[in-house]
Each structure stands twice: as structure tokens, then as C-alpha cells.
């Protein structure tokens, strides 16, 4: 593809981003803390699934690429913790 799903470290706490491919500048996506990492990108590229911590759990969100909306797709007293699509 033509972009990478990445997480990192930013002001003590980790962050979503994606980075062309080519290396030139990261693009950060959802806002907040307690991202976990395991980026799973949806199968036509428009979004990104990926764990946070929230509410005493890991649970799965997603964000759209275009727009940053970022909502939460489970809500488990469980960790959920690997998002994966399916075609």
C-alpha cells in the first residue's frame, strides 16, 4: 500500500499516525491517550481498527482515515486487544 499504520511514543503517551510509505511526514489520527497499537487497516483503506484503554479495558475503535472520527466498536470488561477485518 501506499501508507503505514504506525504507533509511537508522544509526549509520554502513544499515538496512532500514518506515514506515506516514501517516509516524508506523519499524519496523526485519532486524539487521546491509551492507544495500545495493533493498527489493522479495513480492506478498502479507509480505516484504521486498533485497541485503546478505556474504562478499566482495552477495547477495539476504529477511525476514518478522511475525517479522524474515532468510534468505539466493542465495549468489554475483557481486554480486546487484536482487531482484524474480514472482506
Excluded: M
Aim: proline letters at 8%; a negative charge; charged letters at 20%.
Amino acid at each position: 500500500g501506499r501508507w503505514l499504520a504506525v504507533v509511537g511514543f508522544d509526549d509520554g503517551g502513544t499515538v496512532l499516525a500514518i506515514l506515506p510509505a516514501r517516509g516524508t511526514s506523519a499524519r496523526r489520527l485519532p486524539e487521546g491517550d491509551g492507544i495500545s497499537g495493533r493498527p489493522a487497516w479495513s480492506p478498502d483503506g479507509s480505516h484504521v481498527a486498533f485497541a485503546r484503554w478505556s474504562s478499566g479495558s482495552y477495547d477495539i475503535w476504529k477511525v476514518n482515515v478522511a475525517t479522524r472520527e474515532d468510534p468505539r466498536l466493542t465495549t468489554s470488561e475483557w481486554n480486546d486487544t487484536q482487531p482484524s477485518w474480514a472482506p
